[in-house]
């Protein structure tokens, strides 16, 4: 760090009262003039960043508890938003629980998922390491070409699947798995993993390579018997930083599951079998317009995601213990 | 090293004590499998790009092309060629957001990133902290909001409603910020004495230090932006994008999945290919990423 602002000058004194207190003030005022380059270059950036991204959470709380629809001005009506969402809407819990299902097992699969093939590329050598980086990872910036799993889940003979299992003999006539509530949960669960190797899959390759290599020697000297104790012991405590960050990336995306529900089960799917928070959001959001309604589901949304983030980021601090 | 070897050598894992080669083998055949499983989707696309209409719809579905064709790719034009809105005019509005609102990123991350990584002042810690908090959750938190803004602003069924809110993306601020704080002080210090202003230091100092970053930021927003269809704020077909066109010929029905996998393969082609270019780039900035506890 470049210090700059330590230079303690005699605070004010001279005024009666309070000297102590207005004088932090002065300083901090002193402070704050001296970095206004800091902050004129923030700007742009602070100013868009909390336009669109902090008022509007702001925002989107205060107006839970108003009904809005756009046209008329909001009215104030408390609780009763969530009340109703909470216990007179069958549709919305049975987005909260496919929801918390995709969540338990896309997020801990691809969190591990991630950990693992990184760890496994890490020991290849660098041109197989690079080829396989891009193996894993293009499939999450191939931009929204998943509806090519459209083609192997199609509902007729024509489709990837049906048409192998049928050769095969499994199947006599082609399965509508995309229409079947049965198979739909499955099937996003399927493509939203086959996304998932994103940033935190980078995040972990880099931080592998960072690991300090004559930590292993040392660990082995010191009776590290295999690998899984080098890795317990050695490598996921060095690289404890990527991990938490890792987690928030993981964790918020598997919570967000729309796109790929909506473009392979459609929008709502047959009997809400792919509905989601996020799909239950834009439902009332941009088809019904009932503004207030959807904030409170954007505020509940919000405060799962940030709920489970601070409680993986406890556990993740255990570690290597 | 010729192709061979370096196969060869990937097969032979790094000489360190405690490995079992049958755990080893096993691991192997693991990442095999999965990478199949990720990869094998995308050679498909491909293949269906190029394959004759009397391929596309053989029983059983064939995966590989047999008599390759460039008929879906001339068809695509075609079809477009007739449509209300030339084709060209969805690229160019695809490559305008993407451009702008890249380049646009990378800038404004940097000069926000730059004092928050080198210098504290008041404020500073809890910028940062809420840019940080923002990493945890998704932006469909503030979708209902953000509309309302846009149309207090006037600017639904513009590409500003697309190209401003990325602008001030938090991830490329995070990472930018964990980059930055590598650089030496010593070098801003020394080029604070040949007096140069904050400014100066900015521009000729930190960003050509952060050109990793760049890419990195670049790989990040880059897809994000090529994919996007317009969400909720464009309506107008003149200003929709190369998503969005690809999503209506996909809906043109079973005759045209040929020239839904020609326009798969233009969206996926270019991602991929700017991840090769700057992939190992972003891996020694992705190595910065961590979160401090």
Known sequence: MVQIHNTTEPALQGLAGGPLKESRLAQLWKDIKKSKHYYFMMSPYMIIFFLFTVIPVVVSFGLSFFYFNMLETPRFIGWENYSRLLLGDDVFMIALKNTFLFAVITGPLSYIACFLFAWLINELSPFVRALMTLVFYAPSISGNVFFIWLIVFSGDSYGYLNGFLMKIGVLLEPIQWLQNEKYILAIVIIVQLWLSLGTSFLAFIAGLQTVDQTLFEAGAMDGIRNRWQELWFITL???????????????????????????????????????TVVTHLMDYGTLRFEMGYASAIATILFAIMLGTNMMTQKLLRKVGE | MTLYSRVIGALRPQKRLNRSFAVSFMLFGLLLGFGAFMVL???????????????????????????????????????MGNSWVP???????????????????????????????????PGSSILFKIVVLSLMFSPHVTAIPNYLVMSQLGWINTQAAIIVPSLAFSLGLFLMKQFMEQIPDALIEAAKIDGANEYRVFWQIVMPN?????????????????????????????????????SQVIQGGIARAGVGAAVALLLMTVPILLFIISQSSVIQTMATSGMKE
Request: aromatic share 14%; no cysteine; charged share 10%.
């Open chain 1, 237 to 275: 405590p060095s690289m404890r930083p990527q991990l938490m960050f890792g987690a928030v990336m993981q964790i918020t995306a598997s919570f967000a599951v729309a796109e790929v529900s909506i473009a392979l089960a459609g929008f709502p799917s047959v009997n809400y079998a792919g509905h």
């Open chain 2, 41 to 79: 989707p995308l050679i498909y696309t491909v293949n269906n790009a190029f394959k004759p209409l009397d391929e596309l719809f053989i029983f059983p579905p064939r995966f590989l092309v047999r008599n390759p064709t460039l008929e879906n790719f001339t068809d695509l034009m075609v079809i």
């Open chain 2, 87 to 121: 084709f060209t005019r969805y690229i160019a509005n695809t490559l305008l957001i993407t451009l702008v609102g890249t380049a646009g990123h990378i800038l404004l991350a940097s000069a926000a990133a730059y004092p928050l990584a080198k210098f504290k002042f």
């Open chain 2, 210 to 246: 952060v050109k990793p970053a760049w890419l990195t930021l670049m790989i990040l927003q880059f897809p994000a932006l090529w994919g996007t269809d317009g969400g909720s704020f464009i309506y107008s077909e003149n200003l929709k994008t190369l998503h969005y066109a690809l």
